[in-house]
């Protein structure tokens, strides 16, 4: 695996047969979601469509990175083979995913047994962490938190009421960048 590091948590990634692996060392958060994004981008152009999210050391998400994972999903909807699996997650994270309609959107593997096999040649192969291409600046972050929340509205219309502060407080920053 390959991996990406932030401040808050490391993500690590594989890539095998036709799935794309990625584990959270750490918690998922709006430091690290974009290191996701980049890589399931770079993923997505080179034609992968499936995508393992492991959290098995992951004790907790925010909702950027939630948000990540629902727009990694909303992208691949219309795609026949194209999935997002999310396996290991904790009780807390699986219920903050729940309570936001992610369990809807995303293929989350409650019992364990999704893909059992690969779990152990995965975890023997993963790498350092992934490195940003670059430092992200505060605009560019600010439009990944931005893009998080929608997506999160996308996947599920009740969450308006729960971003609807955050949205407005992130376009208002973006408005207000652009002004002189």
């Known amino acids: 695996m390959t991996p990406a590091s932030s401040n808050d948590g490391d993500i690590l990634v594989s890539c095998f047969d036709n799935v794309d692996w990625i584990r ?35 004790p907790a998400v925010d909702s950027t990175f ?24 904790t009780g807390r994270t699986r219920d903050a995913m729940t309570s936001l309609g992610l369990h809807c959107l ?13 779990r152990e040649l995965v975890a023997q192969n993963l790498g350092k962490p992934l490195q940003a291409e670059g430092d992200l600046s505060q605009r560019d972050q600010t439009c990944n938190v931005l893009a998080a929340h929608e997506a999160l509205v996308e ?22 960048e652009a002004s002189p």
């Open 24 to 58: 959270v060392e750490g918690k998922g958060s709006f430091q690290n979601s974009s290191k996701v994004k980049e890589f399931t981008q770079r993923s997505f152009d080179k034609g992968h469509r499936n995508f393992v999210i492991d959290l098995e050391n992951c």
């Open 66 to 89: 939630m948000g990540t994972l629902a727009s990694m999903a909303l992208k691949l909807r219309y795609e026949p083979e194209g999935k997002v699996d999310v396996i290991n997650a």
């Open 106 to 118: 995303l293929d989350m593997d409650d019992d364990g047994s999704a893909w059992k096999d690969e």
């Open 155 to 176: 996947a599920n219309n009740d969450n308006f009421s729960r971003f609807k502060d955050v949205l407005e407080y992130l376009r208002d920053d973006l408005d207000g």
